[in-house]
C-alpha cells in the first residue's frame, strides 16, 4: 500500500493524521449535503487507514466540515457504524452553520493553524485542493496529501 510505505520514511517520529470524511472514507454525492448517517463508506479507504491507525507512532483523526449543526450528529453515526477505529476524542467535526458559514476550506485551516504543536509530525489528507492550497497557505509546517494516497 502506498500510504503505508510512505509512512515509513516518519518510523521514528510521532505523525497525527486527520483525515477529512467526504470524499475520502464516505462517498459524495453533490447537491445532497445532509444525510450524512446514509452516506455510502468506501471501504477499500476505510480498511488501509484502519491498517494505519494500527502502527505505533500514528494518531488517527477525523477533520470534517458539516453545513448544518446537526450534520456532527449523523457524521459520528455514520463512524460509529463504518469506521470506529477513529476515537471519539480524535473526532473534529466542524458545524459551519455555527461558525457563520465560514467556507470549509477557511475552518480547516484555522483549526490547524490554531493547534498546538507538540513535536508530532502533522499530516492531512482530503479530496479538496481548494482546503489542502488554503492549508499550505497557512501552515508550512504540515504534510498534505491528497486523498489519492489512498489508492494503490
Known amino acids: 500500500m502506498y500510504l503505508k510505505e510512505y509512512l515509513k520514511k516518519f518510523d521514528n517520529k510521532k505523525l497525527k493524521i486527520f483525515v477529512d470524511m467526504d470524499g475520502v472514507i464516505a462517498d459524495y454525492e453533490v447537491g445532497m449535503p445532509c444525510d450524512f448517517d446514509k452516506k455510502r463508506p468506501l471501504y477499500s479507504s476505510i480498511s488501509k487507514l484502519e491498517e494505519i491507525s494500527k502502527m505505533a507512532n500514528v494518531e488517527l483523526y477525523i477533520l470534517s466540515i458539516t453545513r448544518m449543526d446537526e ?19 480524535n473526532r473534529v467535526i466542524i458545524s ?4 457563520n ?22 499530516m492531512v489528507i482530503d479530496d479538496d485542493p481548494i482546503v489542502l492550497h488554503k492549508i499550505q497557505n ?15
Do not use: C
Not at 71 to 89: H, M, Q, R, S, V
Not at 101 to 122: A, M, Q, T, W, Y
Not at 139 to 152: C, E, P
Open 71 to 89: 450534520g456532527y450528529e449523523e457524521k459520528n453515526i455514520w463512524l460509529d457504524k463504518y469506521a470506529p477505529f477513529f476515537k471519539k476524542e
Open 96 to 99: 459551519r452553520e455555527s461558525n
Open 138 to 152: 497557512t501552515s508550512k509546517d504540515i504534510v498534505l496529501l491528497k486523498d489519492t494516497a489512498l489508492v494503490d
Open 101 to 122: 458559514f465560514v467556507p470549509s476550506p477557511e475552518l480547516k485551516s484555522n483549526f490547524l493553524k490554531e493547534l498546538k504543536r507538540d513535536g508530532s509530525i502533522f
